[in-house]
């Protein structure tokens, strides 16, 4: 009887350490795992939580390789020993590309209402794929004490010509330029942060990387951003209704649609335990926050039970 091949992936032999280097490209690896999506070495590079030369990140694939502990699947690498994660990212990346146009599109539309100052693609089409039933997320830069006015048209705007459709158009993450800072401070907001895309306003944008500066500290490999052809055009209603509102009337209605809201989503989710507005619906003067599904939360969460998976399943403790 020939003895089975032991597997890393049991608890039969004393547990071992992997140093902080190879911990650091795991839990990179654990943290897109969440969404079933490989990365390559490259993308690996860029999102890993410590400086680390290419170079040096190839040694380390490597030798996790060798391990057992991570493997490739096409060009990128995985947790899971599975080529179907690579073809569906391929295919998510080629609905992405061609979905890249209406998002331009719309970001065109977007910049063309009020107190509108910058317009930056979030969410996985930020990271280059889209899953069949995903939507295009729009992160929004607005003037001043105008945020809750710019929100509110282009709500309206959803719901009169996109019938609510979310599919091209979902909006759920606005700042004003006098307060560009996320407050949360964590690996998920670091890696929304340095993914978006600007399409709108790259010196706004610009502005918004320099005021967030502390993802650095998550993500010090990350490159600064590549300076991209701003078609920005003075649009006559905009710049209009923008001189109209620019007053004390303006204010009051900017008030007035934030009570609105405020009063509105208090009563959608009053009796929801769940939802913690503090983190997840946020209806401030400078930010307006819409994630009732708690998706960071979830994942944060998520993201420790992988890393807990991971070290049960393989015996390797991550330092």
């Known amino acids: 009887m020939i003895a089975a091949k032991p597997q890393p992936g049991l608890l039969n032999e004393s547990t071992h350490l992997l140093n902080f280097n190879e911990s650091v490209v795991v839990k990179t690896l654990l943290y897109f795992n969440i969404f079933y999506h490989p990365l390559t070495a490259e993308e690996i590079e860029k999102y890993c939580s410590t400086p680390l030369s290419f170079t040096q990140l190839k040694d380390l694939l ?16 995985s947790l ?9 990212r391929n295919i998510d990346a080629e609905r992405a590309e061609r979905i890249m146009p209406k998002a331009r599109l719309f970001s065109r539309i977007i910049s063309w209402f009020p107190f509108v100052k910058g317009v930056f693609i979030s969410g996985s089409l930020s990271k280059g794929v889209l899953k069949e039933d995903g939507d295009i997320d729009y992160f929004i830069v607005t003037s001043g004490n105008r945020l809750w006015i710019c929100r509110s048209l282009l709500i309206l705007f959803k719901k009169v010509f996109l019938f609510n459709s979310h599919k091209y158009f979902c909006l759920n993450y606005f700042v004003d330029e006098n307060n560009l800072t996320i407050q949360e401070k964590n690996i998920f907001t670091a890696i929304e942060i340095e993914s978006l895309i600007p399409l709108y306003n790259f010196n706004c944008f610009l502005s918004f990387k320099q005021e967030n500066k502390w993802t650095k500290n998550f993500l010090p490999n990350t490159k600064e951003p590549v300076f991209f052809k701003d078609k920005q055009q003075s649009v006559v209603v905009k710049n209009f209704l923008e001189l109209c509102f620019s007053n004390s009337l303006g204010l009051s209605l900017n008030n007035f649609f934030k009570r609105v809201t405020l009063k509105y989503w208090t009563k959608k989710f009053q009796s929801s335990a769940e939802i913690n507005f503090k983190e997840n619906i946020k209806v401030k003067d400078d930010v307006a926050k819409y994630h009732p599904n708690r998706f960071q939360e979830k994942v944060l969460q998520k993201l420790e039970e992988e890393i807990a998976i991971f070290e049960l399943t393989t015996g390797y403790k991550l330092s």
């Open 62 to 77: 490597d030798s996790l390789f060798k391990k057992g502990l991570i493997f490739k699947v096409g060009k990128a690498y």
């Open 80 to 88: 899971k020993d599975d080529l179907t994660l690579i073809h569906k």
